[in-house]
């Protein structure tokens, strides 16, 4: 089946929505990160649990990053399917954290696959609901315990 440029272009800005996701995280930009969910969105990430409403995925994604020094989230391997108004989507993640002087090492490092559902709003696609599955971790998992 033959798609159209709209289809594209659709897919290009969930992709970018994608990316903003990620660099919101590693840049701590909590605004930023705000544009990219509905204000009902849910969110499951791995063992933290089911996160209902905006407001409760920042407060975990800010327990859960705070931590570091810095992080680096790379996400490739974009799968997008676009029905009208909503879409689906996956992709690969690779996370790096870090945190200076940490007995153990310094670097935790995650790799994953995020499945959203997305919907079209006015301001834009935004994430109803985003699904975080952690395949592998390399590194110090004490990094994450404190």
Same mark, same amino acid.
């Given at each position: 089946?033959?798609?159209?440029? #709209?289809?594209?272009?659709?897919?290009? #800005?969930?992709? &970018?929505?994608?990316?903003? $996701?990620?660099?919101?995280?590693?840049?701590? &930009?909590?605004?930023?990160?705000?544009?990219?969910?509905?204000?009902?969105?849910?969110?499951?990430?791995? #063992? !933290?649990?089911?996160?209902?409403?905006?407001?409760?995925?920042?407060?975990?994604?800010?327990?859960?990053? #705070?931590?570091?020094?810095?992080?680096?989230? !790379?996400?490739?391997?974009?799968?997008?399917?676009?029905?009208?108004?909503?879409?689906?989507?996956?992709? $690969?993640?690779?996370?790096?954290?870090?945190?200076?002087?940490?007995?153990?090492?310094?670097?935790?490092?995650?790799?994953?696959?995020? $499945?959203? &559902?997305?919907? *079209?709003?006015?301001?834009?696609? *935004?994430?109803?609901? *985003?699904?975080? *599955? =952690?395949?592998?971790?390399?590194?110090?998992?004490? !990094? =994450?315990? &404190?």
């Amino acid at each position: 089946m033959k798609k159209s440029m #709209e289809y594209f272009m659709e897919r290009q #800005e969930i992709c &970018d929505l994608l990316n903003k $996701y990620c660099r919101a995280l590693d840049n701590r &930009d909590w605004a930023s990160l705000a544009s990219c969910f509905t204000p009902n969105a849910v969110a499951i990430y791995a #063992e !933290l649990g089911i996160q209902q409403g905006y407001p409760a995925i920042e407060a975990t994604c800010r327990k859960a990053l #705070e931590r570091f020094d810095s992080s680096q989230h !790379l996400i490739a391997n974009y799968d997008i399917e676009i029905s009208g108004d909503t879409a689906t989507a996956s992709c $690969y993640l690779h996370a790096q954290h870090t945190k200076a002087g940490k007995k153990g090492g310094e670097n935790l490092t995650l790799g994953g696959t995020y $499945y959203d &559902d997305l919907v *079209r709003t006015p301001q834009g696609w *935004r994430i109803r609901q *985003r699904n975080l *599955r =952690i395949l592998w971790q390399e590194g110090n998992p004490e !990094l =994450i315990a &404190d």
